[in-house]
């Protein structure tokens, strides 16, 4: 059992800019690709940070207000080229991180989407949210296969004849009977790393004695 990868799921040919492209050519680049954000390169190629409608709608902000109602904006302007523009450093994963490991990132540092570099830093690709999310279309067939093949039949102290697997949508279901109670959270546990899994529900019984209080 395996997570797919970050390579597997992520968009290969990426629109860029360099430090020195212009305000208005990457608001051009993420009109007509419709995306919210590019990665900007160095001449090799390496991701030197993003830029995103976020950080060009900081330059409209800062822009002094017609009516002359509002107050000037803090901070000077906001910069006219990518290299200003941009947020840096950007944040990165490769390839070979697994999908749940680009869902903490983008988590953790509240982007919507990642820069992918090879092993010599360069750019390889984009991965964006809905990249990560499609991982939850799975097929509940396939779902259901890889938690009997590869869960129930490692698993030591389960037998896949005793447990029944139920999938719906990505919900999982679980009945039959387990031998422990640890053997059980264990199965749980496991099952909820499948790839498409939303929930498991344990209706499992125990087969091992109970230890009884005199």
Do not use: N, W
């Not at 290969?12 to 430090?19: A, G, I, L």
């Not at 030197?48 to 000077?76: C, K």
């Not at 990249?131 to 259901?144: E, S």
């Amino acid at each position: 059992m395996r997570h797919r990868s970050v390579g597997e799921v992520m968009t290969r040919e990426v629109v860029t800019v360099t430090p020195t492209t212009g305000f208005r050519e990457v608001l051009e680049r993420l009109t007509e690709y419709d995306i919210t954000a590019v990665p900007v390169v160095d001449r090799d190629g390496r991701p030197l940070g993003v830029v995103s409608e976020a950080d060009l709608l900081r330059t409209q902000a800062r822009q002094e207000d017609p009516s002359g109602l509002l107050p000037p904006a803090a901070g000077g302007p906001a910069g006219a080229t990518a290299g200003e523009l941009m947020t840096s450093p950007a944040v990165c994963t490769t390839e070979g991180a697994s999908v749940v490991a680009a869902a903490r990132l983008m988590a953790r540092r509240q982007v919507k989407r990642l820069p992918v570099v090879g092993g010599d830093g360069r750019l390889v690709g984009v991965v964006s949210r809905g990249d990560l999310l499609r991982v939850f279309l799975r097929d509940d067939v396939a779902i259901r296969h890889e938690i009997i093949e590869d869960v129930l039949g490692e698993l030591e102290g389960v037998s896949p004849a005793e447990v029944s697997v139920e999938t719906d949508q990505g919900r999982v279901v679980l009945s039959g009977t387990v031998g422990s109670a640890q053997a059980a959270a264990v199965l749980v546990r496991l099952c909820g790393a499948v790839d498409g899994v939303v929930s498991v529900t344990d209706r499992t019984l125990r087969t091992a004695p109970q230890s009884l209080k005199v």
